[in-house]
């Protein structure tokens, strides 16, 4: 029955993995423009934020040092080189900690070594409850307690 569970009839194609690093690369850009932001409301600027037509094509300008490219109205005073490559490497550096987080989450909970259809010990506490999971604790978990013998 488990063995079952672990084969998946569906075949691996590349929409997923596709989307997943799409879904990445958009999850970069916004961190690029949110270290932009972050140096320019140091700077003193406030917080700059491009339109969305210009998401994508005003990266090359901010890798250059340029903090108002893309801008549609770019502010007087915005942020040096120095202080936006450094405002951009540490939003890059928290978003790709949050990647890895949800990619580690996501692989043991949707990967190929995870079990399909059993519930945690949560999950069952919920459903169950604590009294019922302890009243027949023997049938859930054999091998960890016995069924007490009844004597007459």
Same mark, same amino acid.
């Given at each position: 029955?488990?063995?079952?569970?672990?084969?998946?009839?569906?075949?691996?194609?590349?929409?997923?993995?596709?989307?997943?690093?799409?879904?990445?690369?958009?999850?970069?850009?916004?961190?690029?423009?949110?270290g932009?932001?972050?140096?320019?409301?140091?700077?003193?600027?406030?917080?700059?934020?491009?339109?969305?037509?210009?998401?994508?094509?005003?990266?090359?300008?901010?890798l250059?040092? =340029?903090?108002?490219?893309?801008?549609? =109205?770019?502010?007087?005073?915005?942020?040096?080189?120095?202080?936006?490559?450094?405002?951009?490497?540490?939003?890059?550096?928290?978003?790709?900690?949050?990647?890895?987080?949800?990619?580690?989450?996501?692989?043991?909970?949707w990967?190929?070594?995870?079990?399909?259809?059993?519930?945690?010990?949560?999950?069952?506490?919920?459903?169950?409850?604590?009294?019922?999971? +302890?009243?027949? +604790?023997?049938?859930? +978990?054999?091998?960890?307690?016995?069924?007490?013998?009844?004597?007459?």
């Amino acid at each position: 029955m488990q063995r079952d569970r672990r084969t998946n009839p569906y075949p691996y194609t590349w929409e997923i993995p596709l989307g997943i690093c799409f879904a990445v690369l958009l999850i970069l850009v916004l961190g690029a423009h949110a270290g932009r932001a972050a140096a320019n409301t140091v700077a003193g600027a406030g917080p700059t934020w491009p339109p969305t037509t210009q998401l994508f094509s005003s990266v090359p300008g901010l890798l250059a040092g =340029d903090a108002s490219a893309g801008l549609a =109205d770019p502010p007087l005073a915005v942020a040096t080189t120095g202080a936006l490559w450094a405002w951009m490497v540490a939003a890059e550096i928290v978003v790709l900690v949050l990647v890895a987080a949800a990619g580690g989450y996501g692989w043991t909970r949707w990967g190929p070594g995870a079990l399909k259809g059993m519930a945690d010990g949560t999950e069952a506490r919920q459903l169950l409850g604590l009294a019922r999971l +302890r009243q027949h +604790r023997a049938v859930i +978990r054999p091998d960890l307690y016995r069924r007490r013998k009844v004597t007459r």
